[in-house]
């Protein structure tokens, strides 16, 4: 039996990429693997503070600790970090371990959120080990090119199978490679919503009056007015993302889940009326779900990772670039291509990864 590890982003208290870990480390252990273990190494990035306020920064580290409990009861990880893997040799002693080495998905091969670190291109696997990308998703210029081409040029010769995540990519990682790069799905949408039961954590305010789900990582006073406007049409209450908007923004029956954990987070989108969202995985879940949702995003560099997966998916027309219209908005639709188109991406996309996974294994 196969010993995997992944090497991922799952270190940022983000719904995303925790879910994403969780959802390609289930899929490998659905696939046989004896060992589906993800790598405890954290780049040297820069940390945030997020809020000013003494009272949202109590309320963020209690979010925290509950990223870590899932951490540590979900992803199988006793501890977050090994500070030892900042040694190169204990690093390849550590990969050393396992016959595939997985680095994937979210935007592992983004300067932004891996600091482009060589792990992240398996710098350190055993020659012995296969070398999978998994969904890996790259930040491109507008003419195609990556934030650091000589890095890819370096390692991905050395990789056994390619994938990302955007189809968009495709034709520039294969620049890199002799491989056939395949464009994926999201790990995420490799599992059914019933896959995520275990998960999900539900309270009072996701069992009251129905809700319009605003789940926006960016702060954009168009939103608002937006997420306003639509919950008015629906007749829905809102509960939103923003911790420190003021309250009087909203109506006053709004809450707010930004502290939420991602159990809870998966309450909330399970039990929405509707979904609104500039985000990739609020996207995903939406339509895990199957709840109306509306994706909206003016930001060049979000444009391609949320369209291709939405046109992919026979889904394009919830998403929007300009919502000065609300004639679109209906909180009704059809999941019925959806479902048809997603068994195929599902079935090539796991092929590929059960491929990968035991074409070097004896």
């Not at 908007?245 to 309450?267: S, T």
Request: with cysteine; hydrophobic share 40%; aromatic share 14%.
């Amino acid at each position: 039996m196969v010993k995997a590890v992944i090497a991922t982003l799952h270190f940022y208290n983000n719904f995303g990429s925790v879910l994403q870990a969780y959802a390609l480390r289930r899929t490998l252990q659905k696939l046989g693997a004896e060992k589906a273990d993800i790598l405890p190494y954290r780049p040297a990035l820069p940390e945030y503070q997020y809020f000013q306020e003494a009272r949202l920064q109590q309320q963020y580290r209690e979010k925290c600790r509950k990223f870590q409990e899932f951490r540590r009861r979900h992803l199988g990880m006793e501890q977050e970090t090994d500070d030892s893997l900042d040694d190169e040799e204990k690093l390849s002693r550590s990969l050393g371990k396992y016959d595939v080495c997985i680095v994937g998905s979210d935007i592992v091969w983004g300067k932004e959120f891996s600091g482009l670190d060589p792990v992240y291109f398996l710098k350190c696997a055993s020659p012995d080990s296969s070398r999978i990308s998994y969904a890996a998703s790259v930040i491109l210029d507008q003419l195609g090119y990556t934030e650091a081409d000589a890095l890819f040029a370096e390692y991905l010769p050395d990789f056994d199978a390619v994938s990302v995540r955007e189809i968009s990519a495709v034709q520039s990682i294969q620049r890199f490679t002799k491989k056939k790069v395949s464009a994926v799905l999201d790990p995420t949408l490799l599992l059914e919503a019933e896959d995520y039961d275990g998960l999900v954590l539900e309270n009072d305010e996701m069992k009251s009056a129905p809700y319009l789900l605003a789940y926006f990582l960016t702060h954009d006073p168009a939103v608002v007015d937006y997420t306003n406007m639509m919950a008015r049409k629906l007749g829905l209450r809102v509960i939103h993302y923003f911790a420190d908007y003021p309250g009087r923004v909203f109506p006053q029956n709004a809450g707010c889940f930004a502290f939420a954990g991602p159990g809870e987070f998966l309450g909330y989108v399970k039990n929405a009326a509707c979904v609104f969202t500039n985000s990739f995985h609020g996207t995903c879940f939406s339509m895990i779900y199957r709840k109306p949702f509306y994706t909206y995003t003016a930001k060049r560099a979000m444009l391609s990772r949320v369209k291709d997966m939405v046109s992919g998916l026979g889904m394009e027309n919830r998403f929007f670039t300009d919502f000065r219209d609300m004639t679109e908005v209906t909180g009704q639709i059809d999941y019925t291509k959806f479902g048809r188109k997603l068994e195929k991406a599902r079935n090539e996309s796991v092929s590929f990864l059960r491929n990968a996974l035991y074409s070097n294994i004896i």
